[in-house]
Each structure stands twice: as C-alpha cells, then as structure tokens.
C-alpha cells in the first residue's frame, strides 16, 4: 500500500525535513578529528528535542541512538561510539525525525580532514548519483529509472551499488511503501505518482558491492573492508521535476565557511 500524500502533508513533511536539515548543519559545526560520535549524536538529539522533535531512529526496533554513524566500511545503521573520529576518515550521518506526526530522514557523507583523494571522489560521487535518482522521481516514471540512474552513474565510474540496503516511502511511518532500490532498469518498477514522499539513499562502496552485518546486530559493512558512502534525500514525486523535502544546505554553509578560513 502506497499512500499518497495531500499537498498540506508535504508542507508538513518539510518541515520534518526542515528539522533533519538544521539537525546535520548542527553535527557539521562539531564535527572534526577528536570528536566521537556519541559526542555528535548528543548535538543531534539535543537540538531536535529543543526544536519540538522526537529522534526517530532512538528506540526505533530497538535501535539505541538517535543518530546512525557509519565510518569508513561500515555503510549504514552505525551505532554512535565514544572513539574519537580521525583525520581521514568519513563518516555517514543518517538523521531521521519525527514532527507533527511526519517523519523526515536525509544523511550525509562527512570528511573528516583531509582524505584521501579516491575516498574524496567515491563521496562527491554518491552525492551526484543521489541527484541523478532524484532527476528520476517523476510523475509516470518508474521505480526502475530511478535505480537505473544511480547505478549506470555509480558503476560507470568504477564503485559498486548495494543491493541489499535500499531507500523507502516514508510519512506517518518511517518505512513504508514502496522499497527505493538504488539499482534496477529502466521502465520497471511501480510506476511514480504526484504526492509520493520517499527517501532516495544511495549506498555506494570503493571496492565490491557485497556487505554483511557487525556482531553489535546493527552496523553493515562492505565484506572486504573499503570505504562505503551515502547520501539521502527525502523527496516528493511531482509533475516534471521533483521536490526536495530534505536540504544540505545547512551543511554546505558550514563547510564553505570552514573551507574559508
Ligand atoms: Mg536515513
Ligand atoms: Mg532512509
């Protein structure tokens, strides 16, 4: 069951959006080497709470925090840790809220100093294969020509797309209808109507595609340990051109300011 949201629900969506948004430009403030992620996730929920949010990861099927920190191979579902981050690492940070009974959901790949310039591409990489999906998210297209762009883009230039891992609808839940797989071919698939909300999350690795999970029951990692990036939009499908609920614009700011100095 797809449900389609009302034009007045996508305003609220936003705003759950909005919140998500604001939440990542606060981690982008703090986030450097000597910084942990548990310090990171404190900011996060904090600010959240303070802005009449509810974190909607923490306790979600048990999940303890309200940020998911996945660094270096681990691709997504990362729990927060009190081990410093590291010059040259990257970091996923995949914040979901829920606000006036709408969930929002976005992450991002942060540098964290100076990295290594293939780790550099593989994440401005996933970042463009998340807008050529969303380039995708149209009215009477389909499910498949949104995997199609993310895959033919990612695997052209040499990375790998995991399967296993996909994106979702989203509204009142935070997972619904339909799966968003970040592969696929074009013209298959459901086909997109105005007033679906989903969540586009490419999970792009260095090295092979194949992934399996932690002792810990949450983190994935790639299988043979290179790096993994992620990217995520919560967007609504619409007449020919899709809309952004989720921005990175608070964390550009930030990192165009920092990249001044
Ligand atoms: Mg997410
Ligand atoms: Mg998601």
């Not at 991002?108 to 990295?115: L, M, S």
């Not at 995708?136 to 297209?141: G, I, L, M, T, Y």
């Amino acid at each position: 069951m797809i449900y389609l949201k009302t034009d007045e629900e996508i305003e609220l969506m936003r705003e759950s959006n909005l919140l998500v948004a604001r939440a990542h430009g606060e981690v982008a403030k703090a986030i450097k080497p000597g910084v942990s992620t548990l310090e990171l996730d404190r900011i996060a929920e904090t600010f959240i709470r303070d802005n009449g949010g509810t974190p909607a990861f923490l306790n979600y099927q048990g999940f303890p925090n309200t940020l998911c920190t996945s660094v270096n191979e681990h691709v997504v579902h990362g729990i927060p840790n009190a081990k410093p981050l590291q010059e040259g690492d990257v970091v996923s940070v995949d914040c979901g809220v829920l606000l006036n009974g709408f969930y929002g959901d976005s992450a991002y790949t942060f540098e964290i100093g100076e990295v290594d310039p293939e780790i550099h591409n593989l994440l401005q990489a996933t970042k463009e294969s998340l807008y050529k999906g969303i380039e995708q998210a149209v009215e009477n297209n389909r499910l498949g020509d949104i995997g199609h762009a993310v895959q033919s883009y990612t695997e052209n230039l040499g990375y790998s797309v995991v399967r296993e891992m996909v994106g979702h609808g989203i509204g009142k839940n935070l997972h619904e209808s339909p799966e968003v797989p970040n592969y696929g071919r074009r013209g298959n698939g459901v086909k997109l109507k105005s007033g679906m909300v989903i969540a586009i999350e490419p999970m792009i690795n260095l090295g092979r595609r194949q992934i399996l999970q932690e002792k810990d029951g949450w983190t994935i990692r790639t299988a043979d340990k290179k790096v993994s990036a992620h990217f995520e939009h919560t967007i609504a499908v619409r007449k020919g051109k899709a809309d952004i609920l989720s921005s990175f614009k608070f964390v550009e700011e930030v990192l165009t300011l920092q990249s001044e100095k």
